[in-house]
């Protein structure tokens, strides 16, 4: 045991007096690492909350169906909907996209009692009259918005509306651009009256199968779509596989440029380090404790640089919001990000950039080092 610690304490030693050696692994395994790291806390931070906001979402959604895609539904059904035995409740939606000067905005129209609980106002109130409208932080900020502004949306300029409050978009980045409005206002806005573009149906556990029945005599007629809960969170999970999935591809290019610089530089001043496994076998060491120093050099340094890339990573989403990077998982979004952007460092992520780290290393280092341990004292040392 004591030889095996004193093994650790000497390659310490090594990587203090190599710093040169030691500083330009730990950068290499850092450029490669950092990226990796943090694309992965910021996907499964904006999975969690896409999830949660499908958890908290209604059981069923159900449109028309046009083109395989979904379509607006006619009001004219809802009263029979919420008499469906299971229905606890139906909610209809227009949600849409507009222009506010330049900027592309999301509509929400719902009527004021069936607003969800995560919205709430902190600053003015929710709307109550017509052509008033509750806007998120952001939007407010990015157009320099106060409560009684008016304004008017492209493509619909005789319709003016008034603001009378601000809503958090700590919730959900996508209540970023969002204005919240009455849904006959949103009717209006986008010129289809009597439709949602869908209805959330609230059901007691375990009905669904009787709802969709029922929904069937009632729209066999017509083309339409109901999805439920668990359906909608696959369509999230296919989204992020494809985004992710986007950014491996890319990742992959500089990661195939990163891999030979690491691996030159994990054998730098390989000369020097031959005369010293040379010296280490004319003065009785065995080639498994020159591997064994050689292993524990290369796990210190995985370990150190695997360690700042974690947290210049944590520095780098908590601190600059994800900066350069944010891009390739929210869409329409600016280089920085103007609102919180949301990250989990899972501990597996971490672990298995470590063992990378460690692993390349190793494969820079070992097989020379068995080469001059396998040597002739006299030949290394020349």
Known sequence: MNKHLNLFFLATENLLRHRTKTIVVCLCIIAILAPFITAISISEGIRAQSLASVEAGADLYLTFDEFGRNAAIPLKYLDEIKKIFGVTKAIPRIIGRAFLQNKLTVIVGINKEDLPESISCISGRIFENAN??????????????????????????????????????????????????????????????????????????????????????????????????????????????????????????????????????????????????????????????????????????SLLGATIAILLSVLWVKGFNGVFIAQFFVAEITMLPKFTLPARFLPLPCMLSFFFAFILTMVGSIYSSWRASTESPVVSMK
């Open 132 to 301: 008033e409208v509750v806007v998120g932080c952001e939007l407010a900020k990015h157009f320099h918005l106060r409560i009684g502004d008016q304004f008017s949306m492209r493509g619909q300029q005789r319709k003016t509306f008034t603001v009378v409050g601000f809503f958090s978009s700590d919730s959900s980045i996508w209540g970023t651009s969002m204005i919240f409005m009455s849904f006959k206002d949103a009717g209006e806005l986008f010129g289809k009256q009597d439709v949602a573009t869908d209805i959330q149906i609230h059901s007691l556990p375990g009905h669904n199968s009787e709802i969709a029945t029922d929904l069937y005599d009632i729209l066999q007629n017509e083309p339409y779509r109901l999805q439920d809960k668990h359906m909608v969170e696959l369509y999230f999970k296919k989204g992020f596989m494809l985004k992710e999935g986007v950014f491996s591809a890319l990742y992959l290019v500089a990661f195939a440029l990163g891999i030979p610089a690491i691996l030159v530089a994990s054998g730098f001043g390989l000369s020097e380090r031959k005369r010293e496994i040379g010296i280490m076998k004319a003065t009785g060491w065995h080639t498994l404790e020159v591997l064994e120093l050689i292993s524990f050099e290369q796990l210190l340094i």
